[in-house]
């Protein structure tokens, strides 16, 4: 299992990134913070695309240490040599190339280390869906066409990384949810490692398997994508929600509902023809449930519209502002639920009391 | 007109000096016009002005200090007659370096412009697939600019063509080596042989015309999006 070991400095005159961190190089991480945090500058500095990176930069594989960048000793491994993609957030395809053309520029001159079976040109059309574009010129193709070319040029040139800029940024939602099914299958084929960095925090979630927090030019947070979410919850620094990964039981098509497993209860959710159809790589569902959109009973409801409820106990009990942020522990899982004061009062709700929960299946929100 | 005819000579003795020094401007006006657009620091506008200068300065000016530096008692001068066993001054050689002086600003101003018009975007995304620096410029750099590069050439030559003042102080008149057109005629014009003079000047007037309309053809403004927009439209309409 490899790793990037992050030990850097960037000095500007009204903004600095200072990053001492080890990355761990499986699956995809996400990178999230507002705009001006350091993300993208961490993915130039990573890329090499950063002259005034200071420090330490390595990729450390089970036997051997890769220096990208150790400015006292003077090293400075320039882009070309390093081996990472990078898809931007503007597409950036060369203009003066065809599709195909552009998809092979990286192919002819990627770094393939001995032993690796290279990828299949055919392959990797088909997967983004770019085959009946190739002759195209660039200027002919629409935004979501365009960073289908960028994650397929990429991918052709086989990285051992690939770093994504904001990649869906400029993309509607339509086609948003096109490429974040497609970077999924692209990870699971692959297997690639993927450093996302994004200021959506919906879309990470939808990807990343763990999270970095970036803020002011600093790590505030890094680990599994789920319990980082949770502890941004606890510290308010997001709208509270609940962050889960589901096993998908089975899908009830005649009331256009999906069930998922949590522990021996079930959660539902609104039927997704995407998750539906693509069974392989939806064996898991990844959701967010706001936090407002929960409620608390004392009792089961029986005689209610909304679908889920599960039992559980509350484990926290955090006034914040007017309203109090509950925990709820449901089959292992904690759900976060935003009531009134008053209420709380009104159900005299406690620690370690056994409670129930209830969202509607539309509050179960996923981007795919 | 055969090739011994004085003026057929001076239109040979005019293309080689034009030739060789439009070689020479893309050579070093290149890799000038590439620093010049990356460049950010407060120097670059000192280099820029003094590239700038042959488009304001009478090019009586630079050929006299031109003609001084190449004199044998000066170092420049000195350097090469040593290294050559002749004297530079009045010869093809300082006919040559001074049209690429005074040409430079007509190749280094496009290119600084199309190389910073491109930008840093495209390059980037080269190099992290694996494109080295000169593989970039080859492949992506030269494509994309390749008609500021036809413009740069064509002005450089055709200003080279049409100088004179320069050319007058450090080449002097010889025939065969420093007698290009503009000063044949002069020449003429001092004879009072206007039907030769009309003969020289026509002909200057007329290839300029063309070459200036290549260049503007080839600058038209997104011709090839143009095209692109108007296949598709028609496609739709079909």
Known sequence: ?368 | MNSTHPDMLALITTLKMAGITTIILMLIGTPLAWYLAKMKSRGKVFIEALVALPLVLPPTVLGFYLLLLFSPQYLPGQIWQEATGQQLAFSFSAIVIGSVLYSLPFVVQPLQKAFEQLGDDLLEAAAMLGASAFDRFFTIVLPITKASFITAASLGFAHTVGEFGVVLMIGGNIPGETRVLSIALFDHVEAFDYAQAHIISISLVISSIVLLSLIYLLNRPNKSRLTTKKQTESKRFS
């Open chain 1, 1 to 368: 299992m490899a790793d990037l070991s992050i030990k850097v400095m960037v000095e500007y005159d009204d903004f600095s990134l200072s990053i001492d961190e080890e990355v761990s190089l499986t699956g995809i991480t996400g990178i999230f913070g507002h705009s001006g945090s350091g993300k993208s500058t961490l993915l130039k500095v990573i890329a090499g695309l950063e002259k005034h990176a200071q420090g330490n930069l390595a990729i450390n594989d089970l036997h051997e240490t890769d220096v990208l960048l150790a400015s006292e000793a003077k090293i400075f491994v320039a882009p070309q040599q390093r081996n990472i993609g990078l898809v931007f957030q503007n597409s950036r395809l060369f203009p003066h190339l065809t599709v195909e053309e552009n998809l092979r520029y990286g192919q002819k001159r990627r770094k393939n280390t001995e032993g690796n079976k290279s990828l299949d040109f055919t392959e990797i059309v088909v997967l983004t869906k770019l085959d009946n574009l190739l002759t195209k010129s660039v200027a002919q193709l629409s935004g979501g066409e365009q960073q289908r070319v960028a994650l397929a040029r990429a991918l052709l040139a086989e990285p051992r990384l690939l770093l994504l800029d904001e990649p869906l940024s400029a993309l509607d939602d339509k086609n948003k949810i096109l490429m974040l099914t497609l970077l999924t299958k692209v990870q699971k084929q692959l297997n690639l490692p993927m450093l996302y960095v994004s200021h959506s925090l919906a879309e990470i979630q939808q990807l990343a398997n763990n999270l970095l927090v970036l803020s002011s030019g600093k790590v505030t947070h890094y680990g599994d994508i789920h319990q980082v979410i949770h502890q941004l919850t606890t510290n308010n620094e997001i709208l509270h929600q609940t962050s889960l990964s589901l096993t998908v039981k089975e899908h009830l098509v005649e009331y256009g509902l999906t069930s998922l497993a949590l522990g021996d209860q079930q959660i539902l959710m609104p039927l997704n023809q995407q998750i539906e159809n693509d069974a392989n790589t939806y064996t898991n569902v990844r959701c967010i449930i706001a936090a407002s959109d929960i409620s608390v009973t004392l009792h089961e409801p029986s005689e209610s519209s909304i679908v889920n409820h599960l039992q559980g106990t509350i484990t926290s009990f955090e006034p914040c502002q007017s309203q109090i942020l509950l925990t709820v522990n449901c089959s292992g899982q904690d759900f976060f639920v935003d009531i009134t004061a008053w209420s709380a009062q009104r159900l005299s709700l406690i620690v370690e009391q056994k409670v129930f929960i209830q969202f509607k299946a539309n509050s179960v929100r996923t981007l795919c």
